[in-house]
């Protein structure tokens, strides 16, 4: 009918255990922000990229293509773009 409880003898923390204690518990607090925040941000880069990869359009190529065929056309005095890019990669 009853049950015997043994009493429980709490032992109080001194003033560098609970300092300990306190600079062990901020520190967990901290980590669990870091990887909350690499958490988002690496959702939000897989979204990103989905996003990215979903919208491809078929005919992307050939605009690349008439794009690199109209900067890069050496034969044309006045719309050679090459000098450019060999400018911008000695800087």
Known sequence: MFTYRPPVNAECLNEAQ???????????IHMWSIIREIFINICFLVLL???????????SFLEV???????????EID???LEVCLFFEFV
């Open 18 to 28: 609970i300092a300990c204690a306190r600079h062990n518990r901020l520190q967990e």
């Open 65 to 75: 293509q008439h794009l690199q065929k109209y900067f890069l056309n050496t034969r």
């Open 49 to 59: 990229s989905m996003l990215i990869y979903s919208n491809r359009q078929s005919n």
């Open 79 to 81: 719309n050679n773009y």
